[in-house]
């Protein structure tokens, strides 16, 4: 491929995710992990007396890009039409006379599934860096507006008042879950296999428990206990539709973003570099959640990346090959795009604008409506029935936004005057007693995070 951009194809290339992500899933990269495995396999095999060391040490000398380029790889391919195959032929003429050892009782499926799971587990450990990275700005924002009063909405419509930080501790909470969720299936999902060509290691005779657990020991990944010619697929399934709740929640807290930066609500908005940005080309005065719409729009596409791979379960007897074409594009799209993701909220919660005034306007603007709770609770445990003290302030927040505040409604009605004073009806609409409550609870879900991301 020409380095000149205009050439490239596919958008993950120029437009979307990070470089040094990307650069994971290069042919470069691909090929490198490959080439580790054969080492490692050879390596292992030296150490049962199955290979002589010498040529083992020969081979692993030889096993990387310098000396088995990609080029060299596709050329062979060309002609093979096999690409494990083309890759040994390639590792055992850089490794002269110990090349008659490269591969020696494996089968293309241990070197694909074993690099498959050094892919996975680097992948992971970026995925959980973003998580963390994610909720400690969630949890930072919900610390500083612990105690700012915002209105909280049900169907769209005003409810009971909150802080904006219990709002991002509920966020915060929620991507804490998906990093514990992704340290209970990485032991799952980061697996190899060197058990040949259905899995019972018939290939390597007596030496085949000791050679799979030799080799896969030097990577640093995990056996499956029973895989066929494959690792069993439920594992990539169940890892990317993890990948596809993670975008669910992204797409939550994207869109609760555009919600919240609507003109006639303005209560935050999403970093906007006002030297330089532009919104429209018409309308010079918009400034569009523009970051928050791309991860709603990428969080969509993630989501429908784990339908293969629960396809990809149902195999053919020992094996087929209707996994290996898709997955070549989910996985790392899925996984490139899910840290592109993470990576573009982490800035927008970074540098969040948030406006506590037109917050406070919102809990005003009812006319106190918003506090019914509380009084229904008050006259309920004053001696009034809940149902009788439910209609009554139904009927008192008619039209809350229009005439009297939900306070001069209940002091000029004769019922609530039975039950309560001036003082006691002033104090039951004053949010604050909410907010209290929704600070309390949001140092103690932070306390909890913050024990869980320390862990």
């Known amino acids: 491929m020409t380095d000149d951009s205009s050439e490239l194809f596919c958008p993950l290339e120029f437009r979307y995710?990070?470089?040094r992500v990307r650069d994971l899933f290069s042919r470069d990269a691909r090929l490198g992990r490959a080439l580790?495995?054969?080492?490692a396999l050879a390596a292992a095999q030296a150490e049962e007396g199955m290979v002589p060391r010498e040529s083992a040490a020969a081979i692993a000398k030889v096993a990387d890009t310098e000396h088995v380029p990609v080029e060299k790889v596709d050329a062979l391919e060309r002609?093979?039409?096999?690409?494990?195959?083309?890759?040994t032929r390639a590792l055992a003429e850089a490794a002269g006379p110990a090349g008659r050892w490269v591969h020696y009782g494996a089968t293309s499926a241990d070197i694909t599934e074993t690099a498959l799971a050094l892919e996975l587990k680097e992948s992971v450990a970026i995925l959980r860096g973003d998580l963390?990275?994610?909720a400690r700005s969630l949890a930072d924002l919900a610390r500083k507006h612990r105690a700012t009063p915002e209105i909280a909405r049900t169907h769209g419509q005003h409810g009971i008042p909150m802080s904006f930080g219990y709002k991002m501790a509920v966020a915060a909470a929620e991507v804490a879950r998906h990093r514990r969720r992704l340290d209970e299936l990485e032991h799952r999902l980061v697996v190899g296999k060197m058990a040949g060509a259905v899995g019972t290691g018939a290939g390597f005779g007596d030496h085949a428990v000791a050679v799979e657990a030799g080799t896969l020991r030097r990577l640093g990944v995990a056996a499956d206990e029973a895989p066929t010619q494959l690792v069993g697929r439920d594992r990539i399934a169940e890892f990317t539709n993890w990948l596809a709740l993670v975008a669910a929640t992204a797409e939550r807290l994207s869109t609760e973003v555009r919600n919240l930066?609507?003109?006639?609500i303005g209560e935050i908005a999403e970093p906007f570099d006002e030297s330089a940005q532009v919104g429209s080309s018409t309308m010079a005065q918009k400034r569009n959640p523009i970051v928050s719409e791309n991860?709603?729009?990428?969080a969509r596409l993630v989501r429908a990346f784990a339908l293969p791979p629960l396809d990809n379960m149902v195999q053919w007897h020992e094996r087929d090959l209707a996994n290996s074409a898709n997955e070549r594009i989910v996985i790392p799209h899925a996984i490139v795009l899910t840290d592109d993701i993470l990576v573009k909220l982490t800035e927008i919660f970074t540098g969040l604008r948030v406006n506590p005034a037109r917050m406070a306007e919102e809990?005003?603007?009812?006319?106190?409506?918003a506090m019914t709770e509380s009084l229904m609770l008050a006259l309920t445990?004053?001696?009034?029935?809940?149902s009788e003290a439910h209609e009554l302030l139904r009927q008192l927040t008619r039209e809350p936004s229009q005439g009297p505040s939900l306070a001069e409604r209940a002091m000029a009605d004769a019922t609530v005057r039975r039950y309560l004073d001036a003082k006691e009806i002033a104090e039951l609409v004053d949010p604050a007693s909410y907010v209290r409550a929704a600070a309390s609870k949001t140092d103690r879900i932070l306390t909890t995070i913050s024990r869980d991301l320390e862990g």
Not at 79 to 87: G, W
């Open 261 to 264: 930066q609507r003109t006639e």
């Open 381 to 386: 445990g004053k001696g009034l029935a809940r």
């Open 17 to 19: 995710g990070r470089e």
């Open 363 to 369: 809990v005003a603007r009812s006319g106190g409506a």
């Open 79 to 87: 002609t093979l039409r096999h690409d494990v195959m083309a890759m």
């Open 36 to 39: 580790r495995v054969e080492a």
């Open 295 to 298: 991860v709603t729009s990428l």
């Open 132 to 134: 963390v990275g994610l």
